[in-house]
């Protein structure tokens, strides 16, 4: 079946600093992925749509510069968290529609970040 | 826009007690999908209904997708401590068939 790794899988770091966090398709292609974030007990919340190819396409309240989106590849999407706050420290998960024909959607193991 | 109300927010019950948890929208739904997300762990996919009254069994786990496609339910029969974790509805946003519009999520607690 599809798979989805994220790397890291957990990151501490200073505020102030800027994390990126990978996801990958492993054995599938993936034109668009989406981001999520999400807090303890709580549903997941959409962030962006990342394209392969093109900009990324966020939800409302997202800062677009705050969470940088780079999708550069059929395989690869990533999110850069710049100028990490406390708050900005959540789970965050990212996911990829299954092949052509079907809804399913692959979740990568998600990366909790924690930001001191 | 679209939204997907999901009920009860937690649920507590005692192994071999059933458990449902319901899905609720305003509009009518091209699908809905359910998924399980154990504590600590990521979302995976469990069915998806598509029909008009479409039901499904995968053991002791039962989906319905209610007539006019505006709600569903996720059944349990017999809950064992391997349920544990978070049931989540999810429905595919109008506008954008990739995207999915995700309910609040229901979190199961079972007592050995």
């Known amino acids: 079946g599809a798979v989805v790794s994220q790397h890291p899988s957990w990151v501490i770091c200073k505020s102030g600093t800027s994390v990126k966090i990978e996801c990958r398709s492993l054995?599938?292609?993936?034109?668009?992925m989406f981001w999520y974030r999400q807090f303890p007990k709580q549903s997941l919340m959409l962030m962006a749509t990342?394209?392969?190819?093109?900009?990324?396409?966020?939800e409302q309240g997202v800062e677009k510069d705050k969470f940088l989106i780079n999708h550069a590849s059929l395989t690869l999407s990533t999110l850069t968290v710049t100028s990490a706050h406390p708050e900005d420290s959540s789970f965050y998960i990212c996911?990829?529609?299954?092949?052509?024909?079907?809804?399913?959607?692959?979740f990568g193991p998600g990366t909790r970040l924690t930001v001191l | 826009g679209q939204q997907v109300m999901q009920i009860p927010q937690y649920q507590h019950v005692q192994e071999g007690e059933d458990f449902t948890t319901y899905c609720n929208s305003s509009?009518?739904?091209?699908?809905i999908q359910w998924y399980k997300q154990r504590p600590g762990g990521h979302p995976v996919f469990l069915i998806q209904?598509?029909?008009s009254g479409e039901v499904k069994k995968q053991k002791r786990l039962t989906f319905q997708f209610g007539e006019a496609k505006k709600n569903s339910s996720l059944h349990i029969t017999a809950t064992q401590t391997t349920d544990v974790g978070t049931y989540f509805c999810?429905?595919?946003?109008?506008?954008?068939?990739?995207?999915?519009?995700w309910g609040l999520g229901t979190s199961l607690a079972v007592n050995p």
């Open positions: 996911s990829a529609p299954g092949t052509r024909g079907t809804d399913t959607q692959y």
């Open positions: 990342s394209n392969e190819g093109s900009k990324a396409t966020y």
């Open positions: 999810a429905a595919h946003n109008a506008g954008n068939n990739r995207k999915l519009i």
């Open positions: 054995d599938f292609q993936a034109t668009t």
């Open positions: 209904l598509v029909k």
């Open positions: 509009t009518t739904l091209s699908n």
